[in-house]
């Protein structure tokens, strides 16, 4: 998966039900995904929230890419809404304590900084999975897409590859199963919680997770997913 920042549950679960677990950070980054913004809950509604990355050429992949010289101050005002949005959700305090042991990193690439905060969240959460960056692996970089994708299973030893269930329209099984790897398409299953007396607002931002459950019942909704 593409490293993305404060991804919903479905991306912890992903990360939990795995061995290993590949930040695929050499692929060029695109405008208008998940990797620098998500959305917490504001005012009862959903808001979404951006940390900015630096103007570059539109080549360059994702571990090429840097926040901007503002990264300071929009992480100090990510963590003013948070307060602003949170500050009376019961667990708060500690995860107040966890965001600023995240933000505050002396690291603007992009794909490291968030890599970062991701095994922060999981250390939280005793998700023990072992991360690899697709950019330190030893695989055939001329190779796209789904042969791209079944040079980093091959890379790693594995025997079961699982994507996202997005993934049903880009991969086969049957060609994954001819180099001897099995094939499953993930999808997060919908858990509903107290978010104050609001009406529930669904796949937010991991940090309203963390915000209204504690860590058993996070533990809990990290098996609640279908496999295809």
């Not at 019961?90 to 600023?100: A, D, G, H, T």
């Not at 049957?174 to 978010?195: D, M």
């Amino acid at each position: 998966m593409q490293p993305y920042l404060f991804p919903y549950i479905g991306y912890f679960q992903l990360i939990n039900m795995a061995d290993k677990f590949v930040i695929h950070d050499d692929v060029q980054y695109i405008k208008g995904g998940w990797i620098n913004r998500n959305r917490i809950l504001l005012n009862r509604e959903p808001y979404l929230f951006t940390l900015s990355i630096k103007n570059d050429s539109a080549f360059l992949n994702i571990n090429q890419r840097f926040f901007t010289e503002n990264f300071d101050k929009e992480r100090k005002k990510l963590l003013n809404i948070v307060e602003l949005s949170y500050k009376k959700a019961p667990y708060y305090s500690n995860i107040k304590k966890l965001l600023n042991c995240i933000l505050y990193v002396n690291e603007i690439n992009i794909s490291q900084m968030i890599t970062h905060s991701l095994k922060l969240i999981c250390d939280y959460l005793d998700i023990g999975t072992e991360f690899y960056f697709s950019s330190k692996l030893n695989k055939d970089n001329t190779l796209k897409g789904e042969q791209r994708v079944i040079s980093i299973n091959t890379c790693l030893g594995s025997d079961h590859y699982i994507n996202s269930i997005g993934g049903e329209k880009l991969y086969s099984k049957e060609v994954f199963q001819k180099n001897n790897i099995k094939l499953s398409f993930f999808q997060s299953r919908l858990v509903e919680y107290n978010q104050f007396d609001n009406n529930f607002v669904p796949w937010l931002s991991i940090i309203d997770v963390l915000m209204f459950n504690d860590k058993e019942k996070i533990q809990k909704m990290l098996n609640e997913y279908d496999l295809i």
